[in-house]
């Protein structure tokens, strides 16, 4: 069965996870042809412009790195969430009435918001931290 772009759902931003969120966005604009748009380094400015579009340049390219500055943060930021990130999933055991899949999407999903952060973090890991911490059950 073939989908629509239509029956994608825009991602929306809640201020939280702005890595997943921008890969995400990034996905849905691809499908769109649209990604090139967004990416376009300069906005070109016309000859002669007035004091207005002179202002609305200037405002457009700070628009443009807001969401990024804000949420994503800098090295240090970014650094200190993967290792929060990693206490987590260090601290991360498999409950008795959780199924396996449950406890590796947990893991998983950890994991990639490390790899997000652009950290690496090995599948060999993931692995083992599920055979380890599993209930004999």
Same mark, same amino acid.
């Given at each position: /069965?073939?989908?629509? /772009?239509?029956?994608?759902?825009?991602?929306?931003?809640?201020?939280?996870? *702005?890595?997943?969120?921008?890969?995400? !966005?990034?996905?849905?604009?691809?499908? +769109?042809?649209?990604? $090139?748009?967004? %990416? %376009?380094?300069?906005?070109? +400015?016309?000859?002669?412009?007035?004091?207005?579009? /002179?202002?609305?340049?200037?405002? =457009?390219?700070?628009?443009?790195? *807001?969401? =990024?500055?804000?949420? $994503?943060?800098? =090295?240090?930021?970014?650094? !200190?969430?993967?290792?929060?990130?990693?206490? $987590?999933?260090?601290?991360?055991? /498999?409950? %008795?009435?959780?199924? @396996?899949? $449950?406890? #590796?999407?947990?893991?998983?999903? @950890?994991?990639?918001?490390?790899?997000?952060?652009?950290? %690496?973090?090995?599948? #060999?890991? +993931?692995?083992?931290? @599920?055979?380890?911490?599993?209930?004999?059950?």
């Amino acid at each position: /069965m073939e989908g629509n /772009m239509s029956d994608v759902v825009i991602p929306l931003f809640d201020g939280e996870s *702005y890595d997943l969120w921008a890969v995400r !966005m990034q996905t849905y604009l691809e499908g +769109l042809d649209l990604w $090139e748009v967004g %990416e %376009e380094d300069d906005v070109p +400015l016309f000859e002669n412009p007035t004091v207005a579009q /002179m202002q609305a340049h200037k405002d =457009k390219k700070t628009r443009k790195e *807001y969401l =990024k500055a804000e949420y $994503e943060g800098n =090295k240090k930021i970014r650094g !200190m969430k993967v290792l929060n990130l990693i206490r $987590e999933f260090e601290m991360q055991r /498999m409950k %008795e009435l959780k199924t @396996i899949k $449950e406890y #590796s999407n947990k893991l998983l999903g @950890i994991a990639n918001k490390i790899k997000l952060l652009g950290n %690496e973090f090995s599948d #060999s890991r +993931l692995v083992e931290k @599920i055979l380890v911490t599993m209930p004999e059950r």
